[in-house]
């Protein structure tokens, strides 16, 4: 079986509804991004807990925006829950972002998939994009909803940076369409975890992008 491109958003509050979800769509995933909406519905024990139940990597997306200290605790304390990878906000300045970088692998958001990211994310791609290259995290996150906008990062982004990403389903991104604009990685949401058939959903991804890569 091919390594998968597929990360799953699980954005659901309750626990054992994610840990049931998370297991039976691991075989198809590369990784589980957890979010505000599981980590305060189940506290940060169930990053500990997904790994348990999958062994896949866990992505924190807290999107870390605060001054440096407050960033490093924060991300102190979830690395140590055993996160792999933590996004983090790059407009809040490089002294932020080091913070985390400092303590773990860290990717960082140079636009965000919904329409509003237009108004005053998308005017500062360029800078953003600049800091990636200097800082050299893990990756970024681009919008699977705008595949041009994918390219555009993708032409600027040093090799060896990962481009992730969110959009595809609910939002309407597809996800062939953001691994053919240059996307290493693809995180599904709700077109997952909302389906009567996660495991299908997610094996139905996969195959897409398999087609492509």
């Not at 699977?144 to 609910?170: D, F, H, M």
């Given at each position: 079986m091919r390594e998968s491109r597929l990360i799953l958003a699980l954005d659901v509050y309750d626990r054992e509804k994610a840990l049931e979800i998370a297991e039976r769509t691991a075989d198809y995933l590369w990784a589980i991004k957890v979010n505000w909406p599981l980590i305060t519905g189940s506290g940060l024990k169930i990053i500990t807990e997904l790994k348990q139940v999958t062994g896949l990597p866990i992505i924190a997306d807290l999107k870390l925006a605060d001054i440096p200290n407050t960033n490093r605790m924060i991300a102190s304390k979830v690395f140590e829950a055993g996160a792999d990878y933590i996004i983090v906000h790059g407009f809040v300045g490089r002294d932020s972002v080091e913070a985390v970088m400092g303590l773990g692998k860290t990717i960082i958001v140079v636009e965000m998939s919904h329409p509003g990211a237009k108004e005053f994310i998308q005017p500062v791609v360029d800078k953003l994009i600049e800091l990636a290259n200097e800082?050299?995290?893990?990756?970024?996150?681009?919008?699977?909803?705008?595949?041009?906008?994918?390219?555009?990062?993708?032409?600027?982004?040093?090799?060896?940076?990962?481009?992730?990403?969110?959009?595809?389903?609910?939002?309407?991104?597809?996800?062939?369409?953001?691994?053919?604009?240059?996307?290493?990685?693809?995180?599904?949401?709700?077109f997952i975890y909302g389906s009567d058939t996660p495991r299908e959903a997610a094996r139905g991804l996969y195959e897409e992008i398999s087609e492509v890569v």
């Open positions: 800082l050299k995290p893990f990756g970024v996150i681009a919008p699977a909803t705008r595949p041009e906008r994918v390219s555009y990062i993708r032409s600027k982004l040093q090799e060896g940076i990962k481009i992730l990403t969110p959009g595809v389903g609910a939002q309407g991104g597809k996800a062939k369409n953001a691994v053919k604009a240059g996307a290493d990685y693809v995180i599904v949401g709700r």
